[in-house]
Nanobody, 118 residues
């Protein structure tokens, strides 16, 4: 599975960005896709996830502001980020995961930088 992320950039607080992540390869094996982020000096954290069935989950800090969605025809997952805050500044990583006999296997795209100025 290969993941190609795009859509990062520099915006001001309150503005919006949309991240995209296109999956290729053995995508039929994927169970969930999602976005993680890592700010300088901090651990990588999950931001949002979506299952093949369309169920979504979000970290509390982005609920009501971010929306994850997927276009199965395009093998693409999106993260719509509204009302961005400076604390959203981080490198965002696309993730795809599958389970093989109970073991989780993760795939990662290259990070895309999101910078929110105050």
């Amino acid at each position: 599975v290969q993941l190609q992320a795009s859509g990062g950039g520099l915006v001001q607080a309150g503005e919006s960005l949309r991240l995209s992540c296109e999956a290729s390869g053995s995508i039929f094996t994927i169970n969930t896709m999602g976005w993680y982020r890592q700010a300088p000096g901090k651990q990588r954290e999950v931001v949002a996830g979506i299952t093949t069935g369309g169920s979504t989950n979000y970290v509390d800090s982005v609920k009501g502001r971010f929306t994850i969605s997927r276009d199965n025809a395009k093998n693409t997952v999106y993260l719509q980020m509204n009302s961005l805050k400076p604390e959203d500044t981080a490198v965002y990583y696309c993730n795809a995961a599958r389970y093989d006999r109970g073991r989780r296997i993760d795939y990662w795209g290259k990070g895309t930088q999101v910078t929110v100025s105050s």
